[in-house]
């Protein structure tokens, strides 16, 4: 099965700087990779995606790239700010629909 | 509903109690996943549903714990002689589409203490 591997755990960044968090995935044949926003007590909430068709999807200050070859996908906030600070989940879908995650990094971003 | 609704939103049981709990997802999403959140650790995955099969159990810590979705919608977790390590929060979510590339609205989760 899919084996997702995210680092760093925790993130601390001074508001305005960009963050970026690293997810390494197993299984070639996953094909569709989300990134969930999980504020303290609260649902986490999809924030961007990317298919294997596309190596790179921007969203005003949130982007992901996707390298198929290296199996790994990347998530990047510019211009943080105190808004961003929550823990942030990459996940993967193996050929079965099962969406697999990563272990969660908490960004915290100080004014 | 407007989202994915779990009941009960918190439990407290004692060691050794069954517990059951629900998860109603978004009208006409054909596929429902359940995940196991402990706290300030990710999401473990559990089990999903694609309609009311369920093609991957392998998450299901132990025979202790069981679920099943009728009429492809409402699904229940139940675990049996619940154990302290089953505190947790269990999250449900629900995907509207059939494949593996779909949004996963997740419920509120229901906070589970077992005493």
């Known amino acids: 099965g899919e084996n997702v591997e995210q680092h760093p755990s925790t993130l601390s960044v001074q508001e305005g700087d960009s963050a970026v968090i690293k997810c390494t995935y197993s299984d070639s044949a996953s094909n569709y990779f989300p990134w969930y926003k999980q504020e303290l007590g609260k649902r986490p909430q999809l924030i961007i995606d990317?298919?294997?068709?596309?190596g790179e999807k921007k969203d005003q200050r949130i982007a992901v790239t996707l390298n198929k070859t290296a199996k790994h996908f990347s998530l990047h906030i510019t211009e943080t700010q105190p808004e961003d600070s929550a823990v942030y989940f990459c996940a993967a879908t193996d050929s079965w629909g099962k969406f697999q995650f990563g272990a969660g990094t908490q960004v915290v971003v100080t004014p | 509903g407007a989202g994915v609704s779990q009941s009960p939103s918190n439990k407290v049981t004692e060691k050794g109690k069954d517990v059951e709990l629900r998860c109603d997802p978004i009208s006409g999403h054909t596929a429902l996943y359940w995940y196991r959140q402990s706290l300030g650790q990710g999401l473990e995955f559990l089990i999903y549903f694609q309609g009311n099969s369920a093609p991957d159990k392998s998450g299901l810590p132990s025979d202790r714990f069981s679920a099943e979705r009728t009429g492809g919608s409402v699904s229940t977790l139940t675990i049996q002689r619940t154990q302290q390590e089953d505190s947790a929060v269990y999250l449900c979510?629900?995907?509207?589409?059939?494949?593996?590339?779909?949004?996963?609205?997740f419920g509120e989760g229901s906070r589970l203490t077992v005493l």
């Open positions: 979510a629900s995907s509207p589409v059939s494949t593996n590339t779909g949004e996963l609205f």
């Open positions: 990317i298919r294997s068709n596309v």
